[in-house]
Nanobody, 124 residues
Framework: QATLVESGGGLVQAGDSMKLSCAHSGQSFNNSVMAWFRQAPGKEREFVVAISRSGSAYYADSVKGRFTCSRDNAKNTVYLQMDNLKPEDTADYSC??????????????????WGQGTRVTVSS
């Protein structure tokens, strides 16, 4: 069974940048749509970005222009570059994978694999 492992979280100040990584251990990475979600304390899980097999990304309005998602299929890794971080970005960030459609993933559906998450804390 494949696994996803996130890394790169931590504590930063508002306005700082941080880059998260998500490593996929299986053989299906190149055939998978990848996505990032986040969940702040006491709140529901929120869609952040989905990236297609070919590297096209769709962002939530809350992060568009500040976050950049990319993937390296040779390394089985997806990245989330976060710039100009705000306190409201504080959350546990999790990556997910799906061998289904891009549209389904954007809608939060057909997520077959989830990582354990990495915590991002942005102080004011």
């Amino acid at each position: 069974q494949a696994t996803l492992v996130e890394s790169g979280g931590g504590l930063v100040q508002a306005g700082d940048s941080m880059k998260l990584s998500c490593a996929h251990s299986g053989q299906s990475f190149n055939n998978s749509v990848m996505a990032w979600f986040r969940q702040a304390p006491g709140k529901e899980r929120e869609f952040v970005v989905a990236i297609s097999r070919s590297g096209s990304a769709y962002y939530a309005d809350s992060v568009k222009g500040r976050f950049t998602c990319s993937r390296d299929n040779a390394k089985n890794t997806v990245y989330l570059q976060m710039d100009n971080l705000k306190p409201e970005d504080t959350a546990d960030y999790s990556c997910a994978a799906s061998t289904g459609s891009f549209r389904a993933v954007v809608a939060g559906k057909n997520l077959e694999l989830w990582g354990q998450g990495t915590r991002v804390t942005v102080s004011s």
